[in-house]
């Protein structure tokens, strides 16, 4: 099967969500195959011609974490030292290949290759064999150096044995630090008013912790590739922070805080008019919750009445009636796909749109009765422990993502229009007896990244807005082959870049996620990826040349990014 076919027997309606129905790609995930080595006779592809010795090389598959990108037959390196990196570059460069770097694959966007991607000269780097090393320095704040294939979960558990943590991180702990720092990966929470955060603490990006970073990088003396480190006293750092792919980064050292125990409340009773209700019109909003404890998610699926609220405050003693937890990932139902949920996703996939109200008001009621049978509605510990939560075998989804950048003051009104539009947009393809999105929205809040941070980080901080402190995070999504998505989140996508550019907001895309669409589908928006996507971002021109200016020949690029950062 060629890449082109598979991608599209990949995409058919019946095939995702039949498949979901049945859980399998729901739960399967994007896991690599061994492969087939390079000179074994089932090989079907042409080895790159005098590659490297002693690298491991195989034909494998890529797949994305909905399955909406899948590559088939690629060639796959495994570097076992940042210096391997540095050969397969400098080969790279003298026969005309292109390296990806690969870690999970958990993105949604094409950075790593597009689908349909002529891949006859592309190698892929697997950094998650051998590029895992971890190393704590204890102190206030600490830090700690990771090579980019190691995971989130092991970092931050290698983080709490030292007495450090962080304060926000994204709910997969299945990701590694060179996928997260790449798109600039994000958890939600702030600090309160009286808050007094640990020195070191962090609430913006992932990438604004990093004080050092070693890349694979062109030295024109030299005329080859090399390793090469930079610090935060070198201006070239920055562009490297969120490069979307543009580079490849071999280990990053960030800092850590004191670790922090945390509560985590989780709430179930709060009518969604009320928390994306409008400003200033009292009760539990979003937004009372920020001023609160600062830290909240909110969980919503259309056409249900109550979202399920994820409201984290700093808990240095148990409460009395919270639950002790010793290890991520404590809401298990969220995680599996039972067999009511496939029998409806089924009923989908046959025709049933209509059948994804039920389907929505199911979800939500596992995650009440999950909440109950668990004992997890109130939890505290570690900060790992509550903020992880998200397991590879959950549900697939596809989600778009934008960040919203304003003021915290302005929270409410941000979540308020959103959920507004989204709903009366939802209205309209209802009376059409369209059912577009069948999965959740999902909110979360964080800090900035300053203004002397990562150059293309979604949360950057404007200058000329100082007042804009905060960023809310607007996620929806559907699963993978539902029919009138693509027009439904490009006429949304339409309606957020009108709204909240101007005088209390600007927006940006989240890197990976769905941005940029037409009826197509996401990233085909010729107009958004040319105008409005670099015009988002006041150094857009400076990161794209600082990162040519590292790789002149392109070798750390693909397709699209040829076309996003030319």
């Not at 991180?169 to 996928?179: C, I, K, W």
């Not at 830290?295 to 405050?313: C, G, H, N, Q, Y």
């Not at 409460?319 to 009511?340: C, G, H, Q, W």
Request: charged share 15%.
């Amino acid at each position: 099967m060629s890449d082109d076919s598979a991608r599209r027997s990949s995409l058919t309606r019946r095939t995702l969500l039949t498949a979901a129905a049945a859980g399998l790609a729901a739960t399967a995930g994007p896991r690599t195959a061994p492969g087939i080595p390079a000179g074994s006779a089932a090989s079907t592809l042409t080895p790159p011609p005098d590659f490297p010795a002693g690298i491991p090389l195989a034909q494998q598959t890529f797949r994305n974490w909905s399955l909406e990108i899948v590559v088939e037959n690629v060639w796959t390196a495994s570097a076992r030292t940042p210096d391997d990196v540095v050969a397969l570059a400098n080969w790279a460069h003298g026969h005309g290949y292109r390296l990806r770097a690969r870690g999970k694959g958990h993105t949604w966007s094409p950075l790593v290759l597009p689908a349909g991607a002529d891949t006859s000269r592309t190698v892929l780097v697997d950094t998650t064999s051998h590029l895992t090393a971890v190393s704590v320095r204890d102190g206030s704040p600490g830090s700690v150096t990771a090579q980019t294939g190691a995971t989130l979960d092991t970092v931050l558990a290698r983080l709490e044995e030292a007495g450090l943590g962080l304060a926000t991180m994204p709910a997969p702990g299945d990701l590694t630090v060179g996928g997260v720092l790449a798109i600039g990966a994000h958890g939600t929470g702030l600090p309160t008013a009286a808050e007094q955060p640990p020195a070191g603490s962090g609430f913006g990006t992932l990438s604004s912790l990093v004080s050092s970073l070693t890349a694979v990088v062109w030295d024109a003396a030299q005329g080859r590739y090399v390793l090469r480190t930079f610090t935060r006293s070198d201006p070239g750092l920055r562009a490297f922070l969120v490069h979307l792919g543009r580079a490849f980064v071999t280990e990053v050292t960030l800092t850590a805080a004191t670790n922090t125990r945390m509560r985590c409340q989780n709430w179930y009773d709060v009518n969604v008019g009320t928390v994306f209700g409008a400003p200033g019109t009292g009760g539990r909003t979003l937004s009372s919750y920020v001023e609160r404890t600062g830290r909240v998610e909110a969980i919503w699926f259309p056409f249900t009445d109550v979202p399920w609220l994820k409201v984290w405050s700093v808990a240095p003693t148990k409460p009395l009636l919270a639950k002790r937890i010793d290890a991520p990932y404590p809401y298990s139902f969220a995680n599996r796909v039972t067999e009511d949920m496939s029998k409806l996703l089924g009923e989908i996939a046959a025709g049933g749109g209509d059948r994804t109200p039920a389907f929505t008001k199911l979800a939500m009621s596992i995650v009440g009765s999950g909440l109950i049978v668990t004992g997890t509605w109130d939890v505290w510990g570690w900060s790992r422990n509550s903020l992880l939560y998200v397991e590879p075998t959950t549900l697939r989804i596809v989600e778009a993502g934008w960040a919203v950048l304003t003021s915290r003051s302005q929270v409410q009104r941000v979540v308020s229009d959103f959920h507004a539009q989204y709903q009366k947009l939802l209205t309209s393809y209802q009376g059409r007896g369209s059912y577009p999105v069948n999965g959740p929205i999902e909110l979360r809040i964080t800090g900035t990244d300053p203004v002397d941070g990562p150059l293309l980080s979604p949360a950057r901080a404007r200058a000329d807005h100082p007042e804009w402190d905060t960023v809310v995070w607007l996620d929806f999504a559907t699963y993978p082959g539902t029919p009138g998505a693509a027009p439904f989140f490009r006429e949304m996508e339409q309606w957020i870049w009108r709204t909240y550019t101007g005088g209390y907001a600007t927006v940006r895309p989240e890197w990976s996620k769905g941005w940029a669409y037409t009826d197509g589908g996401p990233w085909t928006d010729p107009a958004v990826l040319a105008g409005a996507v670099p015009a988002a971002f006041d150094e857009w021109r400076t990161a794209r040349e600082t990162l040519n200016s590292y790789d002149p020949a392109r070798v750390f690029s693909n397709a699209f990014l040829d076309t996003l950062l030319p």
